[in-house]
């Protein structure tokens, strides 16, 4: 793969990713809930799943999504819910949760986060659907195709993570220069966006243009 295409490649998915997803708000909120720590476990679980999709979009699992309309109803209507039930716990958290230090953070909690982050990305089909259709036109044929799927995967994993960490970072600047009743609304705010993307990802159309 030649540098060009590489940061062409670049260049396009971190334009689709910063935009905020169901990722890059529980980047925000966890940031802004529990710290940087357990973001952080957020966050590698957000990039395993992009490496899992993208895996699975080189074994050709994309293009059988894309082909099999009960599969695509199941997967669609699963990462709905789920997004629906994250929507609901952000909405009821208590406000002393958000005002709690750094420290406090617990091992569990990052657990949480990670294994959240992950399910929210796998059962995201549009996710599955994106790097289907956009990153087969980077991979050259006369090239070896699973070393080129590789980089890819290695490539939007750690543009992922940087977005993520800006949205992270974001939050916990936002917890300590706010009030504890505004980082209420904030959660709330984040919880009703989560809710509109499960709306979103219960109407979603495979012929629809797929973005994460």
């Given at each position: 793969?030649?540098?060009?295409?590489?940061?062409?490649?670049?260049?396009?998915?971190?334009?689709?990713?910063?935009?905020?997803?169901?990722?890059?708000?529980?980047?925000?909120?966890?940031?802004?809930?529990?710290?940087?720590?357990?973001?952080?476990?957020?966050?590698?679980?957000?990039?395993?799943?992009?490496?899992?999709?993208?895996?699975?979009?080189?074994?050709?699992?994309?293009?059988?999504?894309?082909?099999?309309?009960?599969?695509?109803?199941?997967?669609?209507?699963?990462?709905?819910?789920?997004?629906?039930?994250?929507?609901?716990?952000?909405?009821?958290?208590?406000?002393?949760?958000?005002?709690?230090?750094?420290?406090?953070?617990?091992?569990?909690?990052?657990?949480?986060?990670?294994?959240?982050?992950?399910?929210v990305g796998l059962s995201n089909p549009k996710g599955l659907l994106f790097f289907s259709a956009f990153v087969p036109q980077f991979v050259r044929p006369q090239q070896p195709v699973?070393?080129?799927?590789?980089?890819?995967?290695?490539?939007?994993?750690?543009?992922?993570?940087?977005?993520?960490?800006?949205?992270?970072?974001?939050?916990?600047?936002?917890?300590?220069?706010?009030s504890a009743r505004v980082m209420g609304w904030i959660n709330r705010s984040c919880a009703g966006l989560l809710a509109l993307l499960a709306v979103g990802v219960g109407l979603y159309?495979?012929?629809?243009?797929?973005?994460?």
């Amino acid at each position: 793969m030649d540098l060009a295409t590489l940061f062409l490649y670049i260049v396009t998915v971190s334009a689709v990713m910063i935009t905020p997803g169901p990722s890059m708000l529980l980047a925000l909120n966890n940031g802004a809930s529990h710290g940087l720590r357990v973001a952080g476990w957020g966050i590698a679980g957000a990039a395993l799943s992009d490496l899992l999709l993208i895996g699975a979009v080189g074994c050709g699992l994309g293009a059988l999504l894309q082909a099999s309309e009960p599969l695509f109803v199941v997967v669609k209507s699963c990462g709905a819910v789920y997004l629906l039930y994250l929507a609901w716990c952000l909405w009821r958290a208590p406000t002393q949760a958000l005002a709690r230090s750094l420290n406090a953070a617990s091992g569990s909690s990052g657990r949480s986060a990670f294994r959240r982050a992950l399910l929210v990305g796998l059962s995201n089909p549009k996710g599955l659907l994106f790097f289907s259709a956009f990153v087969p036109q980077f991979v050259r044929p006369q090239q070896p195709v699973a070393e080129q799927y590789l980089i890819l995967a290695l490539v939007s994993a750690l543009v992922d993570c940087v977005m993520m960490s800006l949205y992270a970072v974001g939050g916990r600047r936002a917890m300590a220069t706010f009030s504890a009743r505004v980082m209420g609304w904030i959660n709330r705010s984040c919880a009703g966006l989560l809710a509109l993307l499960a709306v979103g990802v219960g109407l979603y159309r495979r012929s629809d243009n797929p973005a994460l």
